[in-house]
């Protein structure tokens, strides 16, 4: 099962969604989203580049989770609410 991780919009979040993708690779094929404004050196989220970022990274996906926080769970609940993310569970922190 692929799950996708989606962390909050500050680059300190790095370090984290790293550390939880080691404790769950285990369990599932992991798949850690970084954000362009991260390697951009930007402030804030841009989610519309986001959502199209991962709208074609699930595209040929047939069943995902995602695991997001802050940020992570805004880009997910505007994705589901506008058709572009269709997991089949989320788990929020």
Not at 54 to 81: C, H, N, Q
Request: proline share 1%; glycine share 6%.
């Amino acid at each position: 099962m692929k799950l996708l991780l989606l962390s909050g919009n500050n680059v300190s979040n790095e370090g984290w969604i790293d550390l939880i993708a080691q404790e769950l690779s285990d369990a599932f094929d992991i798949h850690v989203h970084r954000y362009r404004h991260w390697r951009a050196g930007e402030r804030y989220i841009d989610l519309e580049h986001e959502l199209a970022e991962l709208d074609e990274l699930v595209r040929d996906w047939d069943e995902y989770r995602i695991f997001a926080k802050s940020v992570g769970k805004v880009l997910t609940m505007k994705g589901v609410f506008d058709s572009r993310l269709r997991p089949q569970k989320c788990v929020f922190v």
